[in-house]
Nanobody, 114 residues
Framework: VQLVESGGGLVQPGGSLRLSCKAS????????MGWYRQVPDNGGRELVA????????QYGDFVNGRFIIYRDGAKNTVNLEMNNLEPGDTGVYYC????????WGQGTQVTVSG
């Protein structure tokens, strides 16, 4: 499975960004897809949001209603709308795909700074 990420960049506090991830190659009918992030001074990757092929959604505790994840099943694409971004959201965001095995994208930088 190959993952191609797009989006990210620099935004001011309170602004919005959209991340997209397209999966291709060996896609099964059942999978979980979404985003994790690694922020400065935090050793590991933390959950941002995931969505299953039956549209079960999970968000990280820090999201507090600011982000929305949704998918286009026909295109095997997942989008993450991030609103009201805060400096603490700065980090590298990784697309994740699981269908019994784990696959990761290369990561895209999100910087929230004014």
């Amino acid at each position: 499975v190959q993952l191609v990420e797009s989006g990210g960049g620099l935004v001011q506090p309170g602004g919005s960004l959209r991340l997209s991830c397209k999966a291709s190659g060996g896609i099964s009918l059942v999978y979980v897809m979404g985003w994790y992030r690694q922020v400065p001074d935090n050793g590991g990757r933390e959950l941002v949001a995931t969505i299953t092929t039956t549209d079960v959604i999970q968000y990280g505790d820090f999201v507090n209603g600011r982000f929305i994840i949704y998918r286009d099943g026909a295109k095997n694409t997942v989008n993450l709308e991030m609103n009201n971004l805060e400096p603490g959201d700065t980090g590298v965001y990784y697309c994740h795909f699981r269908n019994g095995r784990d696959y990761w994208g290369q990561g895209t930088q999100v910087t929230v700074s004014g």
